[in-house]
Every structure is written in structure tokens, then in C-alpha cells.
Antibody
Framework: EVQLVQSGVEVKKPGESLKISCKGSGYNFATHWIGWVRQMPGKGLEWMGIIYPDDSDTTYSPSFQGQVTISVDKSINTAYLQWSGLKPSDTAMYYC???????????WGQGTLVTVSS | QSALTQPRSVSGSPGRSVTISCTGTGSIVGRYNYVSWYQQHPGKAPRLMIYDVSKRPSGVPDRFSGSESGNTASLTISGLQAEDEADYYCCSYAGTNTLKFGGGTKLTVL
């Protein structure tokens, strides 16, 4: 069974750094792109970027380029999303998802809620 | 900059059909046959309902169907049921390893 399990709720202060994780199981993790999606409170889904675990090839949405870093450790089947200086506007639910052939996000993690507040 | 436009809301009565449109600018719908649709219930992760414009993953009821005409993709839900009430998002491959989501449509089952 394909599963993506994300790390837990985070509450941070502005300016702090953060790295959240997404661990895949039940499939060949290295050969499927992993994507990250943001959902701000009461808003829609926003595609942030994707990474190919086998070679760490990464593409960012222009809206998120330079704002976050996507990385992966294929030895432990885990993808990451990190910030070096959080802002209150980063408050959101963040989802990871596996990309199937022809680009659908076919399996999703349960989401990680990040709250940034002083 | 390409964009996908969806109606903010649609509604329908149980047993009837509704169609949600997803109109693309910048030639992403119609250029790539990689449109997918997601259902999201409140507080839940999105669920893939349709991919490659009109294919259904296993486990998705055949009441859900997808189509495309020109620069507009559509999701049709027939035989509406109460549990179909949710937010629906279209998504398209937009070239060079990028994806684009529509703004989402809230479906109300009357």
C-alpha cells in the first residue's frame, strides 16, 4: 500500500527556521516525483515545487522560488520542505504528494499544519 | 503567466448532475492532456478523482467523469450524492516540470 506520512504540527515564531518531512512507503520512492502543495487557511491549493528522489532534480513554482528549499534523502525514503526565516504569511497546511506517470498527484500525505506567530 | 479558472461555487440536487469547468489561459489546457481533478472534504487531504483529462483511478465511482474541449476541461458528477459535497480543484501540467492548480470550486448538494 502506497503511503506518505508527514511530520507533525509545528508552531514557530517569525524568523525561525523549519524543516518538515514526508516519508514514502509501499512503492519505489526513488523513481517517483514528490510534490509539495500549500493551502493557506480557507484558501485553495497552490503548487510549490517537485523533486525527483533518484537524482534530486528540483523544480520550483516561481511563486516559491527562493522562499523555500525542497530536498530529499532517498536512503530513508523521505522528502523535505524547509524555510530559513519563517513569516506569519507562511501559516498554512502543507501537503506532500506523489506524482504518477503523466503528472497526477495520485497519493497524498495527511498534511502538516505550520503556524507562524509571535 | 498561465492560469486555470474555475467557478467559485456550483450546486445541484441529489440524483442530478453538475459540471465544473476549468478554463486555461496560456495554452496549458488542450496543449497537454495532463489535466487532473481533486476532491477535498473539509479538514482532509485532497483525493485524486480524474487524471489524464478523463481517466478514473481505481476506487473512484464512475459517476465522476472528465472531458476537455478546446482550452476548457470539465468534471461532471452524475447522480449527485450528499457525500459529493466538497471542494474540487483542477490541475494541469504547465510545461517544464511545473503544475498549475485552479482556484477551486465549492460544490453544494442541495
Amino acid at each position: 500500500e502506497v503511503q506518505l506520512v508527514q511530520s507533525g504540527v509545528e508552531v514557530k515564531k517569525p524568523g525561525e527556521s523549519l524543516k518538515i518531512s514526508c516519508k514514502g512507503s509501499g512503492y519505489n520512492f526513488a523513481t517517483h516525483w514528490i510534490g509539495w502543495v500549500r493551502q493557506m487557511p480557507g484558501k485553495g491549493l497552490e503548487w510549490m515545487g517537485i523533486i525527483y528522489p533518484d537524482d534530486s532534480d528540483t523544480t520550483y513554482s516561481p511563486s516559491f522560488q527562493g522562499q523555500v528549499t525542497i530536498s530529499v534523502d532517498k536512503s530513508i525514503n523521505t522528502a523535505y520542505l524547509q524555510w530559513s526565516g519563517l513569516k506569519p504569511s507562511d501559516t498554512a497546511m502543507y501537503y506532500c504528494a506523489r506524482l504518477g506517470t503523466s503528472w497526477p498527484l495520485d497519493y497524498w500525505g495527511q498534511g502538516t499544519l505550520v503556524t507562524v506567530s509571535s | 503567466q498561465s492560469a486555470l479558472t474555475q467557478p467559485r461555487s456550483v450546486s445541484g440536487s441529489p440524483g442530478r448532475s453538475v459540471t465544473i469547468s476549468c478554463t486555461g489561459t496560456g495554452s496549458i489546457v488542450g496543449r497537454y492532456n495532463y489535466v487532473s481533478w481533486y476532491q477535498q472534504h473539509p479538514g482532509k487531504a485532497p483525493r485524486l478523482m480524474i487524471y489524464d483529462v478523463s481517466k478514473r483511478p481505481s476506487g473512484v465511482p464512475d459517476r465522476f467523469s472528465g472531458s476537455e474541449s478546446g482550452n476548457t476541461a470539465s468534471l461532471t458528477i452524475s447522480g449527485l450524492q450528499a457525500e459529493d459535497e466538497a471542494d474540487y480543484y483542477c490541475c494541469s501540467y504547465a510545461g517544464t516540470n511545473t503544475l498549475k492548480f485552479g482556484g477551486g470550486t465549492k460544490l453544494t448538494v442541495l
